[in-house]
C-alpha cells in the first residue's frame, strides 16, 4: 500500500513541515558520516503547519521488526497513513543505550550509557524533552524510562510522568507524579491509561506537549494479558539462519549457542501476544487525538528500542550484531506536515535521528550535539555505526564490537574491551574477530565471507577502507 520514495524527494518535501534553520549544517557535533549526501533542500512556507507539533513517541521493548501481524491497527495508522523507514535500525542493539539514544540524539559512545547499569551517565540536560520544555513544551513520560531506574526519582524535565519501575508486566509499581504505589492489572493498560489522560489534558492546554509512552512489550518473560494468553498467532516455518547447520565461520558464542528453533518459535509466539495489548493502545491514543481535535497536528513515531533474535544463529536474545537484533520497526505521522500517505523511506535510519527529527518540526535549534540527522530534509548517510560494549562482571557473551553497516553489508569487529563500573571502556581494544556479509546476496548473514579469505579477496571487497571507516566512526 501507498508509494515507494524517499522524504527528501522535491515532491514529498513540498507536503512536509520543518524549519530550514536546523538542518544538518547547523546541528553541533554533526558526525561526518552522518551529513547528507545532496543538499537540504527548505521546505516551502505553504507547506509548515502554523503551530508547533505535538508529539508522541512510542517505544517498544525488545521488538523485533518482523512482527507486523501483531500491530495491524498500528500499521494501518503509522504505515498506512504515514512513513515506514524500511531500513529502521538501533544503533546499540541494549535497552538503556538504545534509549538514551532516542532522547539524546546521540550514539552510545558520546552519551556515555554504554550497558544497562548506567543510566546516570545520560546527560539530562542534553536531552529532547529539556529542549521541548525550554520550547514551551508540556511534557509526560509514562512506562519504562532507563533501566533501574530509582522509583523515588522524577525523570527530569517531565512536568507528569508515571514512571514503572521495577519494569514487569502485571501489578507494577509506578511513581505517578511523586506518588509512588503498586498499581494491580497489566501495565501496558496502566500505560495507556495514564497516556491518554495527558493527551485529553493536552486539548484544553495552550502549550504543544511531547509525551514519551513505552510499554515493557513485547520483553521477556514475554506475558501477555489474559485476554492475548491464548490468542492464535499464525505459524512459522523460521528462516534460513534460525535452521543454520554449519557455524565454523562464526564467532565462537555463536559456534557454541545452541538455542533450538523449536524455542525461537515459542518466544515469537509470545513477544506477538504481548504486542497485540501495544496495538490496542496505540489504535487508543490515535482514537482520542481524533476524538480531541489534536490528531492532523501530532508529529507521532513508533519504534523498538532494539530486535529480538527468534533462535537465529541458536541465540534468543538481543546484543549481536546481526540484522533481527540490530533492525527495529520505525514509523512516523504526521498530517499537518504532509506525511500521511503511505510512504516507504528506504533510507538508513535509526533512533539517532528522533530528536533531531523533533526538534526539526518544531522549529527548535539544538545547543546540544547531535549525531542524528532530521528525517524530515533531503539526502541520505551511506552507512551507519552500530556499536555495543560486554558489560564488566558480566560471564556472558559477546564480546564489545562495532559494525559498518550499509543498506548492501555489514563489517563487523569484536574487541578486548568491556565497562567498567564507571560505564567506561577498559581493555587492550585488539580485534579478536572480524565478519563480513554482503547483505544483498545472503540477507540472513550465513557466509561470513572473511572466514579463509585471502588478502586479494579483502582488498577486492575494499575491507580496509571499511575498518578505517569505522575507527573514524568510533572516534568521533
Known amino acids: 500500500m501507498g508509494t515507494e520514495m524517499q522524504l527528501g524527494r522535491r515532491g514529498f518535501l513540498a507536503g512536509a513541515t520543518a524549519v530550514a534553520a536546523v538542518g544538518a549544517g547547523c546541528m553541533p557535533g554533526v558526525h561526518p558520516v552522518l551529513e547528507v549526501h545532496a543538499e537540504s533542500r527548505a521546505i516551502p512556507e505553504a507547506g509548515r503547519a502554523r503551530r508547533r507539533p505535538n508529539v508522541l513517541i512510542i517505544v517498544t521493548d525488545d ?38 539514544s532516542i532522547l539524546s540524539g546521540r550514539y552510545a559512545h558520546n552519551h556515555g550509557v554504554r550497558d544497562n547499569h548506567q543510566k546516570l551517565r545520560l546527560d539530562q540536560d542534553a536531552t529532547l524533552q529539556r529542549h521541548l520544555r525550554d520550547a514551551g513544551y508540556r511534557n509526560g513520560m509514562f512506562g519504562k524510562y532507563l533501566n533501574e531506574w530509582r522509583i523515588a526519582s522524577p525523570p527530569e524535565h517531565f512536568e507528569d510522568f508515571a514512571v514503572l519501575s521495577p519494569v514487569g508486566y502485571v501489578d507494577g509499581r509506578f511513581n505517578h507524579n511523586g506518588r509512588i504505589a503498586r498499581l494491580p492489572g497489566y501495565t501496558t493498560h496502566r500505560i495507556r491509561d495514564f497516556a491518554l489522560d495527558f493527551i485529553r489534558r493536552g486539548a484544553a492546554d495552550p502549550r504543544p506537549w511531547f509525551a514519551y509512552v513505552a510499554p515493557y512489550a513485547s520483553h521477556a518473560p514475554f506475558t501477555p494479558e489474559e485476554a492475548y494468553a491464548d490468542a492464535r498467532v499464525p505459524a512459522w516455518t523460521g528462516r534460513p539462519s534460525t535452521a543454520e547447520a554449519d557455524k565454523g565461520d562464526k564467532p565462537a558464542y555463536l559456534r557454541g549457542a545452541r538455542i533450538s528453533a523449536a524455542r525461537g518459535k515459542t518466544i515469537r509466539r509470545q513477544q506477538m501476544r504481548t504486542l497485540l495489548t501495544v496495538d490496542d493502545t496505540v489504535q487508543a491514543l490515535r482514537d482520542t487525538l481524533k476524538a480531541t481535535g489534536q490528531l492532523d497536528n501530532t508529529l507521532v513515531i513508533f519504534i523498538g528500542d532494539n530486535g529480538f533474535l527468534w533462535a537465529d544463529h541458536g541465540w534468543a536474545r538481543k546484543s549481536v550484531p546481526y540484522r533481527p537484533a540490530i533492525e527495529v520497526p520505525f514509523f512516523l505521522s504526521w498530517p499537518a506536515g504532509g506525511l500521511a500517505s503511505g510512504t516507504k523511506d528506504r533510507r538508513l535510519a535509526a533512533n539517532i535521528d528522533i530528536s533531531a527529527t523533533v526538534l526539526d518540526a518544531a522549529r527548535i535549534k539544538p545547543t546540544t550535539p547531535q549525531d542524528g540527522r532530521s528525517l524530515l530534509r533531503s539526502g541520505s548517510r551511506d552507512h551507519l555505526l552500530v556499536e555495543f560494549w560486554k558489560q564488566g562482571g558480566d560471564p556472558r557473551p559477546p564480546h564489545s564490537w562495532a559494525s559498518y553497516v550499509t543498506r548492501t553489508e555489514q563489517y563487523t569487529e569484536y574487541y578486548d574491551l568491556h565497562t567498567n563500573k564507571r560505564g567506561e571502556p577498559v581493555g587492550s581494544g585488539k580485534v579478536l574477530f572480524r565478519e563480513y556479509y554482503d547483505l544483498l546476496r545472503d540477507p540472513h548473514q550465513l557466509v561470513n565471507k572473511l572466514h579463509g579469505a585471502t588478502r586479494a579477496q579483502e582488498k577486492s571487497w575494499g575491507i580496509s577502507a571499511k575498518a578505517a571507516r569505522l575507527a573514524a566512526s568510533r572516534s568521533i
Open 63 to 100: 521488538h523485533p521488526k518482523h512482527a507486523a501481524w501483531a500491530l495491524r491497527k498500528t500499521r494501518r495508522w503509522l504505515v498506512d497513513q504515514g512513513v515506514e523507514f524500511v531500513n529502521g535500525h538501533t544503533t546499540t542493539p541494549l535497552c538503556a543505550p538504545a534509549r538514551a
